[in-house]
């Protein structure tokens, strides 16, 4: 199956920007959906964004109009621009299918002043 490595996390202020990136193994041409999950310290694991092979988008409310997902198929890679981020975005974020397959390490975001 295709395997996902997550990077760009790091440690930002409030109201800061950050774009992650997820390379996959395998092309993710034939991939119905890909998708960003995000697990914050005692909380469920949730799904944050999702972008589909027509490009088309979803998202949480959450991070509705802060956070924007998308897809280069050439390069097998899927980003999330993260704008205008709140400390309640801290997490550890994954990126995979959706559904979901196989989960990676993941790459920390901490939002915090």
């Known amino acids: 199956q295709v395997q996902f490595v997550e990077s760009g996390g790091g440690l930002v202020q409030p109201g800061g920007s950050l774009r992650l990136s997820c390379v996959a193994s395998?092309?993710?041409?034939?991939?119905?959906?890909m998708a960003w999950y995000r697990q914050a310290p005692g909380k469920q694991r949730e799904l944050v964004a999702r972008?589909?092979?027509?490009?088309?988008?979803n998202y949480a409310d959450s991070v509705k109009g802060r956070f924007t997902i998308s897809r280069d198929n050439a390069k097998n890679t899927v980003y999330l621009q993260m704008n205008s981020l709140k400390p309640e975005d801290t997490a550890v974020y994954y990126c995979?299918?959706?559904?979901?397959?196989?989960w990676g390490q993941g790459t920390q975001v901490t939002v915090s002043s």
């Open positions: 395998g092309t993710i041409f034939s991939i119905y959906a």
């Open positions: 995979n299918e959706s559904p979901p397959s196989d």
């Open positions: 972008i589909f092979s027509d490009s088309g988008t």
